[in-house]
């Protein structure tokens, strides 16, 4: 054969790869010409398993040594948990996740909070993530009580001192519904991140066509990562450690089966401004983007009863802002529980005014 035959052959080859046409028999063939003499084995293969072990490494590196971790029970529910203890005494924020998604995608947010003083606690919904057994009601008044029970069992383990809810797409929504069906002294403020009900309600439409798409399973989590890449994800970094703990690594399949839930969609949003604003407390709502506020939320950000940030960077986040924009969150974040717990100190460090008066402000 040729070089001008082989090295056609190779750039058919790699092309046919690159689209993922190669087959088994072709890849040996090519092995054997080369003197790899390893049948299978190819050295594309074998620097995806290398990157793959990376990534599984820095994922399980991270949560053992950024948490502190505990499984609370619950008849035959078992939630899992994830505890940061700040360096010094202050409030803990509380995170909630979305529907089909894990504790995991608040790493990066996590990793970028600077405030020595607070404290953050993440727990992972039935069905997802760490968390296991229970049943398959999904329904939000359920999923309220398993929060409410998650959140006591905190409590009375952990001693909080002051307590902010942040919660992301469902994970708010079922935020929203505990403070307003549960009055407790601790809990100082909410936010929700990119969840509107009007837009939320109206997406639900379309979630079944995106189910049908969703592929079953992926031949690796470096492929995993790199179709969240493609779809719903704009930071690679943070993507390295919220993708792998949604799927069961040993075959790469989901953990969460979101077409499990969908009998109870229609109770996920609904109500959802009204909760949200008629909590009497700090409020934030956090969005990835420009988007139409509901009629109720638009008379409440007029009568200014919560703060409005909206992230207008279409090119470099989406849905989930926390995991795009990390650092950009975390800072909003931090100043707003600042300024509603620490008053003083939000003056001194965030606004660089001292008080000469005296006293404390309230």
Known sequence: MSDLHKAFLQRVKKRESELGLSSLEEEEEEEN??????AGSTPRKSTTNKIDLNILSEYKQFKTTQFVTEEYSRGSSVFQTYFK????????????????????????????????????????????????GGDKDFSLDTLVEDFHFVLEEFVSKHHPLGIFLLGHSLGGAIFAKYVHKYTSDLVRGLILLDI?????????????????????????????INWHMNSLLFNQQSARLSVPDIFNL?????????????PY???????????FLSFPKAKLLILAAHETLDKKLTIGQMQGKY?????????????????????????????????VYSPEKYMKDHLGIVPKWGGKIT
């Not at 005494?89 to 995991?104: E, F």
Request: aromatic share 10%; proline share 4%.
């Open 33 to 38: 010409e080369s003197g790899t003499g390893v």
């Open 85 to 132: 203890k700040s360096k010094n005494p202050g409030p803990v924020l509380v995170c909630g996740h979305g529907a089909g998604s894990s504790s995991m995608t608040f790493a990066e947010l996590c990793r970028n909070i600077s405030d020595e003083t607070l404290s953050v606690f993440l727990y992972d919904m039935k069905g997802h993530g760490g968390s296991h």
């Open 196 to 224: 509107v009900e009007e837009t939320a309600v109206t997406s639900l439409n379309v979630m079944p066509f995106f189910l049908e798409k969703l592929p079953k399973s992926f031949p690796s989590i470096s492929e995993a």
């Open 250 to 262: 040993d075959a790469m399949t989901w953990k969460m089966d979101l077409k499990q839930t969908e």
């Open 265 to 275: 969609w229609e109770t996920w949003f609904t109500g959802l401004s009204n909760n």
């Open 307 to 339: 703060e409005l940030v909206v992230f207008n960077n279409s090119q470099r986040s989406g849905h989930f802002v926390h995991e795009d924009l990390p650092k950009h969150v975390a800072l909003r974040v931090e100043e707003f529980i600042c300024k």
